[in-house]
């Protein structure tokens, strides 16, 4: 077997988006505008393979069906895509795998699986059946299938209507096996894959096809079978896998881990919206963002026009009346120039104050029925572990039974785990909400002498899976007799941890590092900490703005932009500062400085 990989990227394919995007006086945005490229099927072919080259003894077989989108398929280009090969290629990434994509019919990629020239499936649907010959891992979706019909065809709401009709079904898929063990076998006309069932139905022939929800409809628009609909939707809904032949536990379980590290990171999130959260797109067209984009910016730039012309009068006011006061009041001058120079300060502090107002009603807004939902959790997985000696008790005695849809024996481990899913989503809902708290409110605490050194160790002790899945190169070099500060060493340690997430997440490959680094500057009675990345750096128009409260780079990627203005306030409140050096493309250097209070005790 070809697998056992340690090292190997590969790179993803996948929808294409052409944003447009305006930007007016540093606070007007434009509305997105996304023109999504269609996929293209491929022209059949019994077995399409990866171009061919001298494999290494570590490389992974994946297999996928050729013609099953959006899960898997062959682009229009002859590349392996789809929600399948994305998560795959995720998997082998976070675990330093190197995988090879073999696709082909169904059928004849089962067969690979157990003659031993494919190591993996990436989606086979569970059954009981299929234990025999295979092992599974976790499912990573759940795929629901629909029956679907000609317009003029009487519609039926369940399989059992089907018995007696002419049913087109997929060879070899988890339907077929369904329907023969429900004695469908004589009725049932077997093709080789889910698109030459719904053309065999477009053309008249069968009555029904049974086909994957979300495929169906996929192919139903992407080969313009018109007179093709679901008629019965989530009949059935299957846990969709990966696959190994039994007895491979050791490849089966790095990619279980691998998917546990994917989901737990946000990237299954990504590509489970990319491929399965939307089905049809919207489409602009050039023509029609261009006469939306003339229509909004016109009056936009008469606007702007506007508060030049007002901001320049207005500036020409002040300037006189400053010149009048000077002249007049000689002994003020030193007075204005302190006033003009705390005049920033006192505009943001205003706009703090609101902004804090804002927050706080957000917060309680959220926290009512977000605490509903951490009280009403634990009673429903308690009322579950009351229903689980009488549902187990059921299930022995008359054998397995349908529940929400899916057989009890395959649900009776899924329910705590949704319900443990849903217990850690709202826990990080308020750990969302009391950041906002924290950023509207200075309550610091107590504070005590501290050692820098050591709440710099603590904080790198919880940012330590971070660190090594995101850089081959991190270095710490602590001073180790550093004197001793006054504050409060766990919001400092969040100011910390805050600074080496954003390094990690600079990074655009693993061959880069992460320096953090402290040190003692007598001269200025001051200790500090540098965290140093080799990342692709700062803009140098956004380093004035990258204490602004939400303000950030990463929107796409799900920052809020209160992550530096709550370490910012943090630090002000501990009259230290912080200060950003970066150059694009190289990296970024933050150094986090802290007064020492007494220079005897320091020493």
């Known amino acids: 077997m070809a697998h056992r990989a340690l090292t190997g990227k590969t790179q993803s394919s996948g929808t294409s988006f052409l944003r447009l995007t305006h930007a007016f006086s540093g606070t007007i945005l434009l509305v997105f505008f996304l023109l999504l490229v269609p996929l293209c099927l491929p022209a059949p072919a019994d077995f399409i393979p990866e171009p061919t080259h001298q494999e290494t003894p570590t490389t992974v077989v994946v297999g996928g069906d050729r013609a099953y989108p959006p899960y898997e398929f062959i682009d229009k280009d002859g590349n392996p895509a789809g929600y399948n090969v994305d998560l795959t290629r995720a998997i082998a990434e976070v675990m330093g795998l190197k995988v090879r994509f073999v696709f082909g019919n169904w059928s004849e990629v089962r067969a690979g699986l157990q003659n031993g020239s494919i190591d993996i499936l990436q989606g086979l649907s569970y059954s009981a059946q299929r234990l025999n010959t295979v092992e599974f891992s976790p ?132 590509i489970y919206n990319r491929w399965l959260g939307v089905n049809d797109p919207p489409r602009v067209t050039r023509e029609l963002a261009l006469k939306y984009g003339a229509m909004i910016l016109v009056p936009l730039l008469i606007v702007l026009a506007a508060i030049a012309l007002w901001s320049k009068t207005l500036h020409k006011r002040v300037a006189e009346r400053t010149t009048a006061l000077a002249q007049e009041v000689a002994e003020r001058n030193k007075a204005l120039e302190e006033l003009k120079r705390h005049q920033d300060k006192l505009i943001q502090a205003d706009k703090m104050t609101s902004l804090g107002t804002l927050v706080s009603g957000v917060a309680h807004e959220i926290n009512n029925p977000n605490g509903l939902l951490l009280l009403d959790i634990p009673v429903l997985k308690r009322v579950h572990d009351d229903a689980e000696e009488i549902l187990e008790e059921h299930y022995r005695e008359h054998g397995d039974f349908m529940l929400g849809g899916v057989p009890y024996s395959e ?193």
């Open 411 to 603: 649900m009776r481990d899924e329910i705590p785990r949704i319900l443990d899913e849903m217990q850690d989503g709202a826990q990080r809902i308020k750990r969302i909400v009391n950041d906002l708290k924290d950023f509207a409110r200075k309550d610091m605490g107590q504070k005590s002498l501290v050692d820098l050194d050591a709440v710099a160790r603590t904080a790198l002790r919880l940012v330590d899976p971070t660190i090594r899945s995101s850089t081959n190169h991190f270095q710490a070099a602590l001073h180790g007799a550093l004197p001793q500060i006054l504050g409060n060493g766990q919001r400092i340690e969040q100011v910390i941890v805050n600074l080496v997430l954003n390094a990690c997440q600079a990074l655009p490959d693993r061959e880069c590092g992460v320096f953090v680094g402290t040190s003692y500057d007598p001269a200025r009675g001051q200790v500090q900490l540098q965290v140093t990345d080799q990342g692709v750096g700062v803009a140098q128009e956004h380093l004035p703005h990258l204490l602004d409260p939400f303000f950030t780079t990463k929107r796409d990627s799900g920052g809020t932009g209160l992550g530096l203005s709550v370490s910012a306030g943090i630090v002000e409140d501990h009259g230290g500062s912080l200060q950003f050096q970066s150059t694009p493309g190289a990296g970024t250097t933050v150094t986090l400085s802290f007064p020492v209070p007494d220079r005897s005790s320091a020493s």
């Open 139 to 270: 499912p990573h979706t759940i795929v629901h299938h629909a029956i679907f019909a000609r317009r003029d065809t009487k519609p039926v709401k369940s399989l059992e209507e089907l018995r007696g009709r002419k049913v087109l079904v997929f060879q070899a898929g988890i339907m077929h096996e369904r329907l023969k063990q429900m004695g469908f076998e004589k009725d049932l006309v077997l093709t080789p894959t889910p698109a030459e069932a719904l053309r065999l139905l477009a053309s008249g022939q069968g009555d029904y096809a049974v086909v994957a929800q979300l495929p169906g409809i996929y192919l139903i628009r992407e080969l313009r079978l018109t007179n093709l609909v679901p008629v019965a939707k989530a009949v059935v809904s299957e846990q969709y896998c990966y696959a190994v032949q039994r007895g491979d536990k050791e490849l089966l379980a790095r990619f279980n881990e691998g998917l546990a590290i994917v989901i737990k990171t946000g990237q299954y999130a990504q």
